[in-house]
């Protein structure tokens, strides 16, 4: 093994991460190590979250994120908390801010445990979403999959929350869609250059949302944060909720809020499950031996 750094597997909701500490080093974690990490049994995750030092003034730390396929991500509103855990649980700070692909994302953690991460702003236009073509109104786009008389999904709210969402709306239950099907599909759909996330929404009231997400360069997953931001911003943009609901994913309820500044706050937990040491060239790595 090469030089190891120390790591905690954590997860938000179900939603597997895996928080490696870069901090002291000029490299960054691989595409190669990613993958070997998400095939590693108790290391399988959907998102790394690496934490780097930065120079950024009135910035804490910078995260670099990392998909199960290597590919990198803008944000993760679910790693995000586990990093303010982490963090918090070493430091005893409970306030911070991080520069990421999507920009700087302030979060904290509350006395009850709960976290809460500022997500930023929504982006509605088309060409900074991005999609292959110009859409003016971007809460409802042409696409579709089935029948072109009888679509199984169609119509989505597009938008990005610093990576690009479709969320397609249903009366029916969540569960009843083949998302592990379609997923793939309308990920790599030629409308998203930068794929997307793919995302099955219901309302059950004016501040209830149901959500099951098919996150891009992960697959299924138990709970993703920006989707669930995504989901709610889109809601509220249609007339379908209020600005202030609760996202249940599969993995637990997420709470957003879309406030007044236009920003999304998400409220949600984080929970730690063990840790180890990784070499983030390689991906070999080791529990440590109270978690071994």
Same mark, same amino acid.
Not at 104 to 112: G, K, M, P, Q, S
């Given at each position: 093994?090469?030089?190891?750094?120390?790591?905690?597997?954590? =997860?938000?909701?179900? =939603?597997?991460?895996?928080?490696?500490?870069?901090?002291?080093?000029?490299?960054?974690?691989?595409?190669?190590?990613?993958?070997?990490?998400?095939?590693?049994?108790?290391?399988?995750?959907?998102?790394?979250?690496?934490?780097?030092?930065?120079?950024?003034?009135?910035?804490?730390?910078?995260?670099?994120?990392? =998909?199960?396929?290597?590919?990198?991500?803008?944000?993760?509103?679910?790693?995000?908390?586990?990093?303010?855990?982490?963090?918090?649980?070493?430091?005893?700070?409970?306030?911070?801010?991080?520069?990421?692909?999507?920009?700087?994302?302030?979060?904290?953690?509350?006395?009850?445990?709960?976290?809460?991460?500022?997500? /930023?702003? %929504?982006?509605?236009?088309?060409?900074?979403?991005?999609?292959?073509?110009?859409?003016?109104?971007?809460?409802?786009?042409?696409?579709?999959?089935?029948?072109?008389?009888?679509?199984?999904?169609?119509?989505?709210?597009?938008?990005?929350?610093? =990576?690009?969402?479709?969320?397609?709306?249903?009366?029916?239950?969540?569960?009843? &869609?083949?998302?592990?099907?379609?997923? %793939?599909?309308?990920?790599? &759909? %030629?409308?998203?250059?930068?794929?997307?996330?793919?995302?099955?929404?219901?309302?059950?009231?004016? &501040?209830?949302?149901?959500?099951?997400?098919?996150?891009? /360069?992960?697959?299924?997953?138990?709970?993703?944060?920006?989707?669930?931001?995504?989901?709610?911003?889109?809601?509220?943009?249609?007339?379908?909720?209020?600005?202030?609901?609760?996202?249940?994913?599969?993995?637990?309820?997420?709470?957003?809020?879309?406030?007044?500044?236009? &920003?999304?706050?998400?409220?949600?937990?984080?929970?730690?499950?063990?840790?180890?040491?990784?070499?983030?060239?390689?991906?070999?790595?080791?529990?440590?031996?109270?978690?071994?």
């Amino acid at each position: 093994m090469g030089s190891m750094v120390p790591f905690a597997k954590m =997860n938000g909701l179900g =939603n597997d991460i895996v928080v490696i500490d870069m901090r002291g080093r000029p490299d960054a974690v691989t595409p190669e190590a990613a993958i070997k990490l998400a095939r590693g049994g108790r290391t399988g995750f959907d998102q790394i979250m690496a934490i780097h030092d930065t120079e950024i003034d009135g910035v804490d730390y910078r995260i670099d994120i990392l =998909n199960r396929d290597g590919s990198r991500a803008q944000a993760c509103g679910n790693g995000t908390r586990c990093v303010v855990q982490a963090l918090s649980s070493e430091t005893g700070q409970k306030s911070f801010t991080f520069k990421t692909l999507a920009g700087i994302l302030t979060a904290r953690e509350h006395e009850d445990g709960l976290i809460s991460v500022d997500m /930023g702003r %929504p982006e509605f236009a088309w060409d900074r979403i991005p999609l292959a073509e110009e859409f003016y109104d971007t809460s409802r786009i042409e696409l579709q999959i089935g029948p072109i008389d009888a679509p199984l999904l169609h119509s989505p709210s597009v938008m990005s929350m610093g =990576n690009p969402h479709a969320v397609f709306w249903v009366k029916d239950d969540v569960w009843s &869609h083949d998302l592990e099907r379609f997923g %793939p599909l309308l990920e790599n &759909h %030629p409308i998203f250059p930068e794929r997307a996330n793919i995302s099955i929404a219901r309302v059950i009231d004016d &501040h209830t949302l149901d959500l099951r997400t098919w996150e891009r /360069g992960t697959g299924l997953t138990r709970a993703c944060g920006s989707a669930a931001c995504a989901a709610a911003v889109s809601a509220a943009r249609t007339g379908r909720t209020g600005r202030d609901v609760t996202v249940n994913v599969p993995g637990g309820p997420l709470q957003i809020e879309w406030r007044g500044d236009d &920003h999304v706050i998400m409220t949600g937990p984080a929970e730690w499950e063990f840790s180890g040491s990784v070499d983030p060239l390689s991906g070999e790595w080791q529990a440590d031996e109270a978690a071994a």
